[in-house]
């Protein structure tokens, strides 16, 4: 027994260096593993940003007054606005539909006298719907700028605004609400789809076309050991992206990590697992590696992207695209490293979606291990 224990260790050794050569001498892989995760980092971090700064908006006073100037003079102070005068109400339009502005503040010409009133003085803010985002953030910010200023006038007059109710805002887990803190996190599960599916969905198929996989047929090894040789290899692969994007995000993009590193590292080794499951399961099935890699890409990559919470909002999607998202392996994962970036160990998020990664990676493991034969057709 300890003989064919020995054997079976060896055999699975060489393996996995068999796998590793593979690996070094495959530029893809490695660019997969390593550059890819810079590139996508590079592009979310410094490139995507859902902050709205620096937004051209037209600013315009039907009859100039000193109440006027100070409270556009507010916001131009405001990094989030990157304002130009339109000299007529006109011109601020024609500005807007050429795309110049994204929109428009406009002051009426009694402006001065109704600010004094008891009703208050309207102001006119204009808004390109086209990007429903912008234009709600720009009209949030506007009448931020317009109570802040209104605050203002009230304490420098020596009086007391009236309001119905005191807004005293508090932002937890993300208060300098900076989208980076909220994107960066959620590549981590991005990239590490890219290596555990994509790169493993290419590998069965690979052997097959190369027709080593006849070779490895006739040697002592069991397809088991075939399996653990190339999961041990790519295993150690996605754990190198993974923290490589750890390292990025916190150091270089100044994410905070609030959760245990720990906590981290065993969450992510099991979607890696679920990651690596899928991939060796489709590439079980294709043998061509262009239909592997596409299938992978179509049933891994998209979904993580675009249904996994990474970007857009799970709870503002569809009730039936919403009930999709709970076969997305990712959505567990996203969910848990958001949480464990700004949020900390927050069990309650952690556990349950760690469950289901493991439930998830043992059934693709499955899977792959039930398609997985010693045979030619």
Known sequence: MSAARGGAAMRLRGLLRKEFLQIVRDPSSIAIAFLMPIFLLALFGYGVSLDAEDVPIALVQDAPSRDGADFLASLRGTPSFAPR???????????????????????????????RGAEGAPIQVVVNGVDANTARLVQGYVEGAWGNWLAARAARLGR??????????????NG?????????????????TLIGALLTALVMAREWERGTM???????????EVLLGKLGAYFVLGTGGMLLTVAM??????VPLRGSFWVLWACSSLFLLAALGMGL????????????GQVAIIAT????????????????MPPVVQAITHVVVARYFVAIVQTLFLAGDV?????????????MAAAFLAITWRKSRKRLD
């Open 214 to 224: 006849e070779a490895l047929m006739v040697t002592p090894a069991s397809m088991t």
């Open 85 to 115: 005068d339109a000299a007529s109400m006109a011109e601020a339009e024609r500005l807007l539909r050429e795309g110049a502005v994204s929109g428009i503040v406009r002051l009426p010409a009694d402006f001065p006298r109704r600010l």
């Open 176 to 192: 300098e609400l900076r989208s980076r803190n909220y994107l960066v996190p959620g590549l981590v599960a991005i990239i590490m």
């Open 160 to 173: 007391e605004r009236a309001l119905p109710a005191d807004l005293q805002p508090r932002i937890w887990f």
């Open 301 to 316: 990559f998209l979904p993580a992207f675009l249904l996994s919470g990474f970007i857009f909002d799970i709870g503002a």
């Open 347 to 359: 069990w309650a998020v952690i556990v349950p979606n760690a469950l289901a990664l493991a439930a």
């Open 281 to 292: 399961t489709i590439s079980t099935l294709a043998r061509s590696q262009f239909v592997a």
């Open 249 to 254: 995000a916190v150091w270089l993009f100044e």
